[in-house]
């Protein structure tokens, strides 16, 4: 077992220090809620907001806003430019009942780093100081930030930056651990950070994210890093008990609502297949479903068979059709271990 069994950022206690990574087109309620259903997670995230768009977003219709009341503590992630959007975002996540911000400084795509967003805000200091001042002056939330790596691996770079970004008033950082230009096929370079916080010379957590699919990468990053803690993403979605596997393995073992250590796989799609029914608009449902099959599919040998078949499917009955089919046909092979 771990010894660190939880981790404070500002007045927020996450326990465990497991932590769900943003991830665009995947994590929504339904993906949330499925997660909580297993259990594990210390906190959950949406995807990346647009703060200019965020206060004429419908919290009711938005696929990005859509929560329920069990699904806390809960990140909003932002993408912001300019200081402008700070005081109506600020509202809008306050009144949705936010638990804390994220800032997302590492996006690389181009239509953003046109604008000045994700990584190129990084390099807009003054304008990313302001931003975090007058976020942290009109709102008593965590304010945390993601960051990758950097262009190249250059410690003393990663040291500056992590130490600026403490300076301005972050309460955590998460550290997704590659390159900006690097693709997610790549390995993360966390084996090449032994006792992170002591080679960044900064106090704050550090929560390193990046190729974490199972119990062993957790507790071998953990154990080289000495990070406060652990972010997960694709692992979410491929499989969604992760966080359980990984707390009862090194953290503290507890009984949740699933119950049996193995996890029976067409359940678990068909019960997210549920919450997209429940909680979504009929046209924002399939979209999500094909989204989540090329992640969850991959649990089976052949499993690209059951991502194409969705992929093509104009439907969400078409979609369960398929997917059912294929489960009859793989039923051998229909139970994983869970730990």
Not at 44 to 52: D, V, Y
Not at 174 to 181: A, N, V
Request: hydrophobic letters at 40%; proline letters at 6%; a positive charge.
């Amino acid at each position: 077992m771990v010894k660190r069994t939880k981790v404070k950022i500002g007045p927020l206690t996450i326990a465990p220090p497991l932590f769900l990574a943003p991830m665009a087109g995947l994590t929504h309620s339904a993906l949330r809620q499925l997660i909580l259903d297993f259990g594990g997670v210390g906190l959950l995230s949406t995807e990346m907001l647009s703060a200019a768009r965020l206060p004429s977003e419908n919290s009711v219709t938005s696929p990005y806003l859509i929560t329920t009341e069990r699904e806390h503590p809960l990140s909003y992630q932002l993408l912001i430019y300019s200081t402008k959007h700070v005081k109506e975002a600020l509202k809008k996540i306050e009144k949705l009942g936010a638990d804390l911000i994220d800032i997302n400084l590492g996006c690389g795509a181009p239509k953003v780093i046109k604008k000045g967003g994700g990584r190129a805000l990084l390099k807009r200091k003054n304008e990313l100081e302001r931003i975090i001042k007058e976020i942290k002056e009109k709102t008593e939330l965590p304010v945390t930030a993601k960051i990758r790596l950097g262009e190249r691996f250059d410690l003393k770079a990663l040291s500056e930056k992590c130490d600026f970004l403490q300076g301005v008033g972050l309460d955590a950082i998460y550290l997704h651990c590659r390159l900006e230009k690097e693709a997610f096929c790549r390995p993360p370079r966390w084996k090449k950070l032994p006792n992170i916080k002591e080679i960044l010379g900064i106090d704050i957590p550090i929560i390193i994210n990046g190729g974490i699919f199972g119990p062993e990468e957790a507790k071998e990053a953990l154990e080289i890093t000495k990070a406060d803690g652990l972010m997960i993403g694709r692992g979410a979605a491929i499989k969604p008990w992760i966080f359980k596997s990984i707390r009862d393995t090194l953290f503290i073992k507890q009984e949740t609502s699933v119950g049996p250590r193995d996890i029976y796989l067409p359940d678990v799609f068909f019960r997210f297949y549920r919450y997209l029914e429940k909680l979504f608009p009929p046209e924002r449902q399939i979209g999500r479903l094909k989204e989540f099959t090329h992640y969850f599919s991959q649990n089976y040998a052949f499993g690209n068979r059951l991502a194409m078949s969705v992929q093509r499917c104009k439907d969400m009955n078409e979609a369960r059709t398929v997917a059912m089919e294929f489960f009859r046909k793989n039923e051998k092979i229909l139970q994983v271990t869970a730990a």
